[in-house]
């Protein structure tokens, strides 16, 4: 995709998507609204695809729509990483979970068993999966374009800055973000996040299903179990300690992408 495109296509992801969250903001201000705007929340969870389609087709027509959907049949990557897709988001959560309740010295939420997170994840990654469209402009197309023409860092690091922006309307609402979440452990996670996704792309040769499939699970998981301070009463250390392990993954990710680069000192 050209220069052009990619641009209009980070441009309209916002503005569609944002048209989505208006009627999440208004209500939180109790700001009285049309309850026919209700209806423009369904913008919220398809702004990026359509957003992905509309530019893509302007830029390589029905092709370049087929193309993009076709990253969702790769399944070609190594076994590891196959699994890693699949077990790293329950490790994560449920570790970030345990260990930040045990700094916190507070013990784990009797509410919190098992058959309840069963059915949270359950409920959770049903609706993540169909709704959250967000990896089809991110990784499908806005990344995919820079990877090819900057290389995986500066890729990932502009990226970053745009993948922050793109949910800075969930800190906009009455009482801050709805898991509670505070600005700078987000934005710590999220600019490791882009760093990881990245590489989870590349190492599975430019497929959308393990991008897409590791970042709802990741998702779901965070949902299901007490990690976020609003899940759990307020506690912020199992947050911390989830944005800790991904920073860990980020650098992880970094230096393998920087040894492959051929610049790691142990190969010079």
Known sequence: MNDRNVRLTIVWAFVISWIGITPSLLKSYDIAYPPALDGLV?????????????????DAGITGIRKLFSKFTKVKSAGWVIVAVFLLPWLLSLGASY???????????AKWTPQVIISRFAAA????LFLNTEEFVWRGVVFDAWLKRYGYFKACALLAVIWWAFHMPMFLRN????????LLPFTIMVVSMTFVMGWLYKK???SLLYVHLFHQLLNSTGESLPVFPQLNGGIIE?????IAIIVLMAIGAIADEYRKAGNSPALQ
């Open 125 to 128: 990654i049903v609706l993540q």
């Open 175 to 182: 009482g801050g973000h709805e898991a509670g979440q505070e």
């Open 42 to 58: 369904i913008f919220q969870y398809f702004g990026a695809l359509m957003a992905a389609l509309i530019f893509v087709y302007r």
């Open 99 to 109: 260990t930040g309740f045990q700094l916190s010295e507070t013990i784990w939420p």
């Open 204 to 206: 599975t040769f430019g």
């Open 238 to 242: 199992p947050f911390y300690t989830f």
